[in-house]
């Protein structure tokens, strides 16, 4: 069966182009041109993976990303935004978000993300892994539950993968590279600091109840989970 991809957007030249390049690849393409219509096709169609643009009236993006994370679906979203300031990111991956792309984009990029997407989703079907303990933090694959201390952790799904990543390489530098390409799975450009507003976020969370950092980072060469300091 064809991965099915859905496209919820207001703008449609961008459905039209997105609709040609995914079908061209293989994928079975729906789209809604709002965010109600597309919070009910996401429940009528279950897709494999969401494109989702921000800047949509009524309904926006961001709030289209609530309510799916809320309701407890776990689709792959990819966010299409007009811009690029930290802030606006940062909350759409706080909502849930596993991707973001900022407009314009180049075709060839945006059909990376969501092969990645689809990869990673995958992959998390066929784990067998139970659960990791690093000192006090735990994370459950299964329930994607972590806590530390035994105060739970509300991580959004990104967190989680690169958690996920620490936790089966404790003590061990993970650099800048590697992290990429088992999260995002493609080279962002190098002006990017999406790995880095990740870690900040990771770190804040795994922290907020005074906990040592656990999340390191080694100039030069990349980041490690440990304890010491």
Same mark, same amino acid.
């Given at each position: 069966?064809?991965?099915?991809?859905?496209?919820?957007?207001?703008?449609?030249?961008?459905?039209?182009?997105?609709r040609? %390049?995914?079908a061209?690849?293989?994928?079975?393409?729906?789209?809604?041109?709002?965010?109600?219509? @597309?919070?009910?096709?996401?429940?009528?169609?279950? /897709?494999?993976a969401?494109?989702?643009?921000?800047?949509?009236?009524?309904?926006?993006g961001?709030?289209?990303?609530?309510?799916?994370?809320?309701? %407890?679906?776990?689709? /792959?979203?990819?966010?299409?935004t007009?811009?690029?300031?930290?802030?606006?990111?940062?909350?759409?991956?706080?909502?849930?978000?596993?991707?973001?792309?900022?407009?314009?984009?180049?075709?060839e990029?945006?059909?990376?993300?969501?092969?990645?997407?689809?990869?990673?989703?995958?992959?998390?079907? @066929? %784990?067998?892994?139970?659960?990791?303990v690093?000192?006090?933090?735990?994370?459950?694959?299964?329930?994607?539950?972590?806590?530390?201390?035994?105060?739970?952790?509300?991580?959004t799904?990104?967190?989680?993968e690169?958690?996920?990543?620490?936790?089966q390489? /404790?003590?061990?530098?993970?650099?800048?590279?590697?992290?990429?390409?088992?999260?995002?799975?493609?080279?962002?450009?190098?002006?990017?600091?999406?790995?880095?507003?990740?870690?900040?976020?990771?770190?804040?969370?795994?922290?907020?109840?005074?906990?040592?950092?656990?999340?390191?980072?080694?100039?030069?060469a990349?980041?490690?989970?440990?304890?010491?300091n």
């Amino acid at each position: 069966m064809r991965p099915s991809i859905l496209i919820i957007d207001d703008d449609d030249k961008i459905i039209s182009m997105l609709r040609r %390049g995914l079908a061209f690849e293989g994928y079975e393409v729906k789209t809604a041109s709002n965010g109600a219509e @597309g919070l009910r096709a996401v429940l009528d169609s279950e /897709p494999d993976a969401v494109i989702l643009d921000v800047m949509m009236p009524q309904v926006d993006g961001f709030e289209v990303c609530r309510r799916l994370r809320e309701g %407890g679906s776990s689709v /792959p979203v990819l966010m299409l935004t007009a811009k690029d300031e930290v802030e606006h990111r940062v909350k759409g991956l706080d909502l849930g978000a596993d991707d973001y792309l900022v407009k314009p984009f180049a075709l060839e990029e945006l059909l990376a993300r969501v092969r990645a997407l689809l990869r990673r989703k995958s992959e998390q079907a @066929g %784990g067998g892994e139970q659960g990791l303990v690093y000192e006090d933090l735990m994370l459950d694959v299964d329930s994607r539950e972590v806590t530390r201390a035994g105060k739970r952790l509300e991580l959004t799904a990104k967190e989680f993968e690169l958690l996920h990543l620490f936790m089966q390489n /404790p003590k061990r530098v993970l650099s800048r590279d590697l992290i990429m390409d088992k999260i995002w799975g493609y080279d962002y450009s190098g002006e990017s600091n999406v790995l880095e507003v990740y870690i900040a976020m990771l770190r804040q969370k795994t922290e907020e109840h005074g906990g040592k950092r656990l999340i390191q980072t080694i100039r030069g060469a990349g980041y490690i989970l440990r304890g010491d300091n």
